[in-house]
């Protein structure tokens, strides 16, 4: 089983950066494919970002493409995101998540969810 942490969450101001950090534990990481979502207070929970096994796919929610990049290295058993020219519309708490087969951007295509990292921007 994969447990995952996130972390590297925090406030920033509109047109700002900041690198979101997924740890995993358990053997099955570097195999797995992986996902990213966001829950803003009174939505449901979003998808975000996801990438393949090898890291050499990856496909990105139509809000984030351009200015969010998705990445993993199989060694540290890390995934990232890194989040560039961020909006007060990117407010949520992020959620790092192992793909479990189905359609990629629906939630429930996905389990072993982390306890999430809030990421707050202002205007």
């Known amino acids: 089983q994969v447990q995952l942490v996130e972390s590297g969450g925090g406030v920033v101001q509109a047109g700002g950066s900041l690198r979101l950090s997924c740890a995993a534990s358990?053997?099955?990481?570097?195999?797995?494919?992986m996902g990213w979502f966001r829950q803003a207070p009174g939505k449901v929970r979003e998808f975000v970002a996801h990438?393949?096994?090898?890291?050499?796919?990856?496909d990105y929610s139509d809000s984030v493409r351009g200015r969010f990049t998705v990445s993993r290295d199989n060694v540290m058993n890390m995934m990232y995101l890194q989040m560039s020219n961020l909006k007060p519309e990117d407010t949520a708490v992020y959620f790092c998540?192992?793909?479990?087969?189905?359609?990629?951007?629906?939630?429930?295509?996905?389990?072993?969810w982390g306890q999430g990292t809030q990421v707050t921007v202002s205007r």
């Open positions: 998540a192992r793909f479990r087969g189905g359609r990629l951007y629906f939630t429930d295509s996905y389990g072993n």
């Open positions: 358990g053997r099955t990481f570097s195999t797995s494919e």
């Open positions: 990438i393949s096994w090898s890291g050499e796919i990856t």
